[in-house]
């Protein structure tokens, strides 16, 4: 079967770095990506790897490791509207995405 | 920015009942996906399309159907909605290397 695994919680405090991690087992690969949901929203695309090492986009990087099947998204310089779900994704053939369950990251003031 | 547009953001049905879910999207793209969602199972693919008029199934497709028949246009119905089928529906439309997604429906069947 095809799963990906994350954790299904991670507190952090504001103003700190929180990392991530999700690890997949597929039968395809084509590329990694992250969305973010707030409560009662869709989730939105964050960030998107298909070769392995670090993507950045200001507060937010993404890593990925093809070889470890696994890969990270880092959150620098929490602010609490950074309260959200976090679902990590795998792009197999035909672009088709499976989702990860999601992890819900709780920032204290 | 491409735009997702789901027709109803709340609705109420009855058991039994036949129900439509509306997804449209504005950048011409040729994928498009219907998920549900449902907490701590993340988010399940019910069906997706190529082109128009092709349909695929994915994980969970019982009790559903969808009609492509335009391009920007691609439906999920419900052809006797049942209590399990309580939950947010989200539709998506493909980039490249990822999804936008419509803003959800969420449906309670009594």
């Known amino acids: 079967g095809q799963s990906l695994e994350q954790p299904s919680e991670v507190t952090a405090v504001e103003g700190a770095i929180v990392q991530i991690n999700c690890t997949y087992q597929?039968?395809?690969?084509?590329?990694l990506s992250w969305y973010q949901q707030h409560d009662g929203g869709a989730p939105t695309f964050l960030s998107y790897?298909?070769?392995?090492g670090l993507e950045e986009t200001g507060r937010f990087s993404s890593f990925l490791s093809r070889s470890d099947s696994y890969g990270y998204l880092l959150l620098q310089e929490l602010q609490m509207k950074d309260s959200a779900s976090y679902f990590c994704?795998?792009?197999?053939?035909?672009?088709?995405?499976?989702f990860g369950k999601g992890t819900r990251l709780h920032i204290l003031p | 920015d491409v735009k997702v547009t789901q027709s109803s953001r709340y609705l109420v049905k009855r058991t039994g009942e036949k129900v439509f879910l509306e997804c449209v999207q504005d950048m011409d793209h040729e994928n498009m996906f219907w998920y549900r969602q449902d907490p701590g199972l993340g988010l399940r693919l019910i069906y997706f399309s190529y082109d128009v008029k092709m349909k695929e199934k994915g994980d969970i497709p019982e009790g559903y159907s969808v009609s492509r028949e335009k391009k920007e246009r691609f439906s999920l119905i419900l052809e006797s909605a049942s209590t399990n089928q309580t939950s947010m529906y989200l539709c998506?439309?493909?980039?490249?290397?990822?999804?936008?997604f419509g803003s959800g429906t969420r449906l309670t069947v009594v």
């Open positions: 597929t039968s395809g690969f084509y590329g």
């Open positions: 790897n298909a070769l392995d």
């Open positions: 994704a795998v792009s197999v053939a035909d672009d088709k995405i499976i």
């Open positions: 998506a439309s493909s980039l490249p290397s990822g999804y936008t």
